[in-house]
């Protein structure tokens, strides 16, 4: 059985972020991630989640305007010093709150700019980023988001993401994966994770379509988790989805023990 985590961005949002941790442990869960917490002081999360006695996997850098539409940080050959200040934010954020892994948004093409330079880029800020964080003992990660929900995203599907991390070529950067992600690009999963699962750090998961909890789409997740056990996926299983109605009733997966 895999290990689960609850993603503090999206569950819990009927509290304020400093009291998801405990209604997360509530739950059961022994960890969390949040996608952007720099909105908060750092001391002041690590503290609300150490009183709640769960773990801090995983926070995003900073994303600049990716989640308002527009490019984001990470591969624009033009934003080269935004993302190096979003590195040292990350960075400083990562070290207060304990976490392990620090995910890398891609962000979208700029039409503007030619592809492959996009490309490098992405690949030349994610191996600076791994060997800045290699000093803390934080591993960075970057996933693959499909073009539905995201159009013109850098890295829609993990084929295009194992070619930026290759020639990236950093032992401290690794491939998130999202059941979601993979399932709105119509990608076979059993054998998209035997083949990625090397190079994956990370695993996210909602329901298909809609991005809910388990059991309202089609996706046969519990079927995917015993995959995972299978193919020795030792991890975490981050829950990353949008409740359908309210968090704690959402949550009958988890209790059932998927």
């Known amino acids: 059985m895999p290990r689960f985590a609850a993603n503090l961005s999206l569950l819990f949002t009927e509290?304020?972020?400093?009291?998801?941790?405990?209604?997360?442990?509530?739950?059961?869960?022994?960890?969390?991630?949040?996608?952007?917490?720099?909105?908060?002081?750092?001391?002041?999360?690590?503290?609300?989640?150490?009183?709640?006695?769960?773990?801090?996997?995983?926070?995003?850098?900073?994303?600049?305007?990716?989640?308002?539409?527009?490019?984001?940080?990470?591969?624009?050959?033009?934003?080269?010093?935004?993302?190096?200040?979003?590195?040292?934010?990350?960075?400083?954020?990562?070290?207060?709150?304990?976490?392990?892994?620090?995910?890398?948004?891609?962000?979208?093409?700029?039409?503007?700019?030619?592809?492959?330079?996009?490309?490098?880029?992405?690949?030349?800020?994610?191996?600076?980023?791994?060997?800045?964080?290699?000093?803390?003992?934080?591993?960075?990660?970057?996933?693959?988001?499909?073009?539905?929900?995201m159009p013109g995203f850098v890295a829609s599907t993990p084929a295009e993401l194992a070619a930026v991390l290759a020639e990236a070529a950093h032992p401290n950067v690794s491939m998130q994966l999202d059941l979601y992600h993979l399932a709105r690009m119509q990608l076979e999963l059993a054998g998209t994770l035997a083949q990625y699962l090397p190079q994956t750090a990370h695993i996210q998961f909602a329901d298909c379509p809609g991005r809910h909890e388990p059991g309202t789409g089609t996706l046969p997740l519990a079927q995917i988790f015993a995959l995972l056990d299978e193919l020795g996926y030792t991890g975490w299983c981050a829950a990353e989805y949008r409740p359908a109605t309210s968090t704690v009733s959402s949550l009958h997966w988890l209790t059932a023990r998927y």
């Open 15 to 149: 509290l304020p972020l400093p009291a998801r941790f405990a209604a997360a442990a509530a739950a059961g869960f022994d960890a969390v991630e949040i996608q952007f917490p720099y909105d908060y002081p750092a001391p002041l999360l690590r503290t609300a989640a150490d009183a709640a006695a769960v773990d801090i996997i995983l926070i995003n850098l900073p994303a600049g305007d990716l989640m308002a539409g527009g490019y984001g940080l990470a591969s624009h050959p033009a934003r080269t010093a935004p993302f190096r200040a979003a590195l040292a934010e990350g960075e400083r954020y990562a070290q207060l709150l304990g976490v392990r892994m620090v995910n890398v948004l891609a962000g979208r093409f700029d039409p503007q700019q030619d592809a492959a330079q996009t490309r490098q880029t992405l690949a030349a800020n994610l191996a600076l980023a791994g060997e800045r964080l290699a000093m803390h003992g934080i591993h960075v990660t970057c996933e693959a988001i499909n073009n539905l929900d």
